[in-house]
């Protein structure tokens, strides 16, 4: 019953911020690498930023600059601190784990930015 759980989307201006989070359960955040990607109708999910079990990160062009990705072991939790919002960040944002064979899936948390 592994399940990986976003929060923190909405609504909010261009030049905003906001804060997402994926809760994971403790065998799965200890173990797994988590990553972060968003998808729009039309396109193909896009990875964002990911960090292993260590806490070295790794972020694409597109995140790269005003995206951080974060994790807090205490709370089995990963983060993505999203700042200076764009309209092209509007997407699905999505939690991802990842051990070996293994893949998990988080059900997605709807960011739209607009004036």
């Known amino acids: 019953q592994v399940q990986l759980v976003e929060s923190g989307g909405g609504l909010v201006q261009p030049g905003g911020s906001l804060r997402l989070s994926c809760a994971a359960s403790?065998?799965?955040?200890?173990?797994?690498?988590m990553a972060w990607y968003r998808q729009t109708p039309g396109r193909q999910r896009e990875f964002l930023a990911g960090?292993?079990?260590?806490?070295?990160?790794n972020y694409s062009d597109s995140a790269k600059g005003r995206f951080t990705m974060s994790r807090d072991n205490t709370k089995n939790t990963v983060y993505l601190q999203m700042n200076n919002l764009k309209p092209e960040d509007t997407a699905v944002y999505y939690c991802?784990?990842?051990?070996?064979?293994?893949?998990?899936w988080g059900q997605g948390t709807q960011v739209t930015v607009s004036s």
């Open positions: 960090v292993s079990t260590g806490g070295t990160t």
């Open positions: 991802k784990a990842t051990y070996a064979t293994n893949t998990y």
């Open positions: 403790p065998r799965i955040f200890s173990m797994y690498y």
